[in-house]
């Protein structure tokens, strides 16, 4: 018996921990839809920038196409945090996959009709990202109703899984299926992806936010966005879990150099900027894959200080290597970091805030994500302009390194956050 029970436990501490999703079929049916939801969104994302590029031949528009999607996840994400902290989760959950699928229709319709207007693509991409604001709040929010506290960083190591294997996968069958059968086709089957999603929202139980009634015994009719800021401002490990975070997307982000990288120090092309692009997302898979063991970590905050300090050390060491393949290797470490940093992040989040804040703490999530790594680029490409890229690489991650040191001096209460008794 011990000969056939040992190695199940060995592999229950080393690959991704399924737990959730045999124990929860509302969490399973949640986890596959958005996963082959994502996976189309990502082709669709794709396909959009190839379309516009067909129309216009212009880079600059194929640019404004990010623009058009952060600005509204930016100005709505804290908003869709407070409407998920307002309504019944599940209903704005099947109302936002809903308008984000009627959006992939529009695409696809418009394909098929030959219509060829690009403010038609930027309105298309504005709206979606819009449905994603006020989808993803909701979203993460029903996951501590469905799941034991102790099961969180398996789910969330599965979340990332997710996340980065539709952005691997999801732009390189995008790219095969625009050239097989057109752009069309990959908006149609976005359409029919995002019925896994809205059929796993469909099945779910209400998920009403759990609101304290007030000194009048009735509860608030609606939750605000101030409310929430002020809840975080006086919640100091909460906090902290964005600073860290900032302290890797902004300092030592160096995705926006790859091109002068790759031809600079490795004498590359448009292949090699490839390569540089997808290796922290490698990391990020494995991470993710072998995430096992981070169900037996309890100090969550000196968990997310290590990991991001390794992120920003794997950067640094990155930025003095000429070796291609070696540089490659510390991108796909940096990746892995990250992966269990937002794990970490992610399960803090949701542990330490009560139902009622959880909206509108993973819509201030939403705007760190999404403003965070532009941020970084444009810093680290302004020091690479007033510097060398070699600079600014290596500076960037003993910066991240500096500042998350720097952190964990000013909030030891941090690192020594239990996650046996959440503490915000």
């Not at 991704?16 to 996976?39: E, I, K, Q």
Request: with cysteine; aromatic share 8%.
């Amino acid at each position: 018996m011990p000969t056939e029970t040992a190695p199940a436990g060995l592999r229950s501490r080393i690959f991704a921990d399924l737990t959730p999703l045999r124990t929860s079929v509302h969490y399973r049916r949640l986890w596959t839809g958005n996963t082959v939801s994502w996976v189309g969104q990502q082709m669709t994302a794709l396909a959009v920038s190839l379309q516009v590029y067909d129309i216009t031949h212009s880079t600059f528009s194929v640019g404004l196409v990010g623009l058009c999607s952060l600005v509204p996840l930016v100005v709505f994400g804290l908003y869709g945090g407070a409407i998920a902290d307002t309504v019944d989760r599940r209903t704005l959950g099947l109302a936002s996959a809903l308008g984000a699928t009627a959006m992939s229709v529009v695409l696809a319709s418009a394909a098929l009709l030959g219509v060829r207007q690009v403010w038609l693509l930027y309105v298309v991409v504005a709206l979606q990202a819009v449905c994603f604001a006020m989808n993803s709040p909701a979203r993460a929010s029903m996951i501590p109703r469905l799941l034991p506290t102790e099961q969180l960083p398996a789910a969330n190591a599965l979340n990332s899984l997710t996340s980065n294997l539709g952005l691997m996968g999801g732009p390189m069958l995008g790219g095969v299926i625009v050239g097989l059968w057109g752009y069309q086709a990959a908006y149609l089957i976005d359409v029919v992806a995002f019925s896994a999603s809205l059929y796993a929202m469909w099945r779910l139980p209400s998920m009403r936010p759990d609101h304290e009634p007030g000194a009048d015994g009735a509860r608030p009719k609606r939750a605000s966005v101030l409310d929430g800021l002020r809840f975080l401002a006086t919640r100091p490990n909460l906090r902290m879990t964005f600073f860290a975070d900032m302290a890797a997307m902004v300092l030592a982000q160096p995705r926006a150099l790859f091109p002068a990288v790759a031809a600079l120090w490795f004498g590359g092309d448009a292949k090699t900027v490839g390569l540089l692009v997808a290796a922290p997302a490698v990391g990020a898979v494995l991470g993710g894959l072998f995430s096992g063991w981070l169900g037996a970590i309890r100090r969550h905050g000196l968990a997310i200080l290590l990991a991001v300090a390794a992120w920003g050390a794997a950067i640094a060491v990155f930025g003095l290597t000429r070796n291609l393949w070696l540089g490659l290797v510390f991108l796909a470490v940096a990746g892995c970091a990250d992966t269990v940093s937002m794990v970490f992040r992610s399960t803090m989040l949701q542990a330490a805030t009560p139902d009622r804040m959880r909206g509108r703490l993973q819509g201030v999530f939403i705007v760190v994500v999404a403003g965070g790594p532009r941020l970084g680029d444009f810093l680290a490409g302004s020091a690479a302009d007033l510097a060398t890229p070699a600079v600014a690489v290596v500076g960037g991650g003993l910066a991240c390194v500096a500042v998350v040191a720097l952190l964990g001096l000013s909030r030891p209460a941090f690192a020594r956050y239990d996650a046996r008794h959440p503490q915000p």
